[in-house]
């Protein structure tokens, strides 16, 4: 199969580009570096000509109320791009919960990306993961001051970019779910939690101050953003951090 991944440079999207390619299958990346510019259209036809599927991981450049119009006009431009190629099967990654935190403006829009694809012209499959562990270090530095790190005890399924790029191509080359499929780590954990043991496996000598008022995640109300009926990825975050 001809895969074209739209931003495949990035965390998720090389990755998925190389699972694929290693499957015998032909994944181009393309992206804002290969000229391809899904806000103002330039190069997504030559991006998803000849594809049988389109992976789409591009990513609002902000986490505000200017995320919205992101996701509706990269859409708007990648699907129609698709249904004039003729594209079999249209590919998206979202995040578990997505639909259950209006609080917060990102996750708004990624629903949504969501919407705008189920409504679109393409057969399509929505892959929703759990929070990366990569990210971790990131969460961390939006309320770190000092010595002290904030964090709210939020319950996070971590789940390594690897296995959430490895479940993206599967999902790829196979036949359009026209639903959702749900992914996450094997374990949960407190996000103040985690945090302790990140900074403890690390050598940091921060402290972890229990916070419900700290960061993004503060906006999130009870466990929504763990799954335990997602497929539950193999890399356990101790394992990872090590």
């Known amino acids: 199969m001809k895969i074209a991944v739209i931003g495949g440079t990035g965390l998720i999207g090389s990755q998925v580009v190389e699972k694929l390619n290693a499957d015998g299958h032909q994944a181009v990346p393309h992206s804002l570096s290969t000229g391809v510019d899904v806000v103002d259209g330039a190069g997504v036809d030559r991006a998803v000509e000849g594809a049988d599927a389109v992976v789409n991981l591009t990513n609002s450049p902000t986490f505000d109320d200017?995320?919205?119009?992101?996701?509706?006009?990269?859409?708007?431009?990648l699907l129609a791009a698709a249904d004039r190629a003729g594209v079999?099967?249209?590919?998206?990654?979202?995040?578990?919960?997505?639909?259950?935190?209006?609080?917060?403006?990102?996750?708004?829009?990624?629903?949504?990306?969501?919407?705008?694809?189920?409504?679109?012209?393409?057969p399509y499959s929505i892959v929703r993961a759990t929070q990366f562990m990569e990210f971790m270090e990131a969460?961390?530095?939006?309320?770190?001051?000092?010595?002290t790190v904030r964090?709210?005890?939020?319950?996070?399924?971590?789940?390594?970019?690897?296995?959430?790029?490895?479940?993206?191509?599967?999902?790829?080359?196979?036949?359009?779910?026209?639903?959702?499929?749900?992914?996450?780590?094997?374990?949960?954990?407190?996000?103040?939690?985690?945090?302790?043991?990140?900074?403890?496996?690390?050598?940091?000598?921060?402290?972890?101050v229990t916070d419900p008022t700290a960061g993004l995640f503060a906006a999130v109300k009870g466990d929504v953003l763990t799954d335990p009926d997602a497929r539950l990825a193999p890399t356990r975050y101790t394992d990872w951090l090590a």
């Open 151 to 208: 964090l709210p005890a939020t319950p996070i399924q971590p789940i390594a970019a690897k296995d959430v790029a490895a479940e993206v191509a599967d999902v790829a080359v196979g036949t359009p779910l026209n639903g959702i499929r749900d992914i996450g780590g094997p374990d949960v954990f407190p996000l103040d939690e985690l945090g302790r043991l990140t900074l403890s496996r690390n050598g940091d000598g921060r402290t972890v």
């Open 139 to 147: 969460v961390m530095s939006w309320t770190s001051d000092g010595d």
């Open 88 to 122: 079999g099967h249209f590919v998206i990654l979202s995040i578990v919960g997505v639909d259950q935190v209006p609080e917060l403006d990102y996750y708004r829009a990624k629903l949504l990306q969501e919407e705008i694809l189920r409504r679109g012209p393409v």
């Open 66 to 77: 200017a995320s919205p119009a992101f996701f509706r006009t990269s859409m708007d431009n």
